[in-house]
Structures are given as C-alpha cells and as structure tokens.
Nanobody, 123 residues
Framework: QVQLVESGGGLVRSGGSLRLSCTASGNIYSINVLGWYRQAPGKQRELVASMSRDGSTNYANFVEDRFNIVRVEKMVYLQMNSLKPEDTAVYYC???????????????????WGQGTQVTVSS
C-alpha cells in the first residue's frame, strides 16, 4: 500500500509564506492527480490546488494567484505566499489514483490521503 506523507506546515504571520511538501512512498508506477485540500475548524474539506499527470492545474478561486503547485515524480509541493488568517487550516495531500507494484503485480489505490499538516496564519 502507498502512503502520502506531508510536511512543511507551521505558524506564520499574515503576509508570510510557507511551502508544503508531500511524498508518496512505495513502489509506484503512476499517480493520476495529486492535489492539496484543506479543512478549517467547523468547515468542510475543500480543494486548494491540484495537478494532473499531464501538468494541467486546477486552483480554487480563493487562491487568487497566491499559491503555486509543483509536481515532481512522486512529490507535490504547494508554495503559499501572501498568507492570510483565513488560510488557517489543516492541509491534506491527496492522490485520486495511485498505481503501484506489489508482489509482482500492478495494483490500484484510490483516493489516498495524507495525515495532514497544520497551517496557522496569525494576524
């Protein structure tokens, strides 16, 4: 089974920057869409940004050109600039479909999530 592990969260002042990282572990053949979601207290989890294998990206409207998603093989990064207090949330890495080798065969793993990393932006 493949795991997604995030890092890079923390506390930052309004206007500051953070870079989140996510690495997929395992003998991976391919990953379809890698993305970042976030969930603030009392709110539903929402998409922040995602990138497909072909490099096409999708950003939430609230990003407003402040964030940039980068994907390199099994890793995906989210560079967040001009952070606002309303960006405070737990950020999760997600992969919609991971194909990986196990026991000599190719397996599919759908809708994988990391453990989440806390981002707190103070005013």
């Amino acid at each position: 089974q493949v795991q997604l592990v995030e890092s890079g969260g923390g506390l930052v002042r309004s206007g500051g920057s953070l870079r989140l990282s996510c690495t997929a572990s395992g003998n991976i053949y391919s990953i379809n869409v890698l993305g970042w979601y976030r969930q603030a207290p009392g709110k539903q989890r929402e998409l922040v940004a995602s990138m497909s294998r072909d490099g096409s990206t999708n950003y939430a409207n609230f990003v407003e050109d402040r964030f940039n998603i980068v994907r390199v093989e099994k890793m995906v990064y989210l560079q967040m600039n001009s952070l606002k207090p309303e960006d405070t949330a737990v950020y999760y890495c997600n992969a919609d479909l991971i194909r990986y080798y196990t026991g000599g065969s190719l397996q599919n793993q759908f809708d994988s999530w990391g453990q989440g990393t806390q981002v707190t932006v103070s005013s």
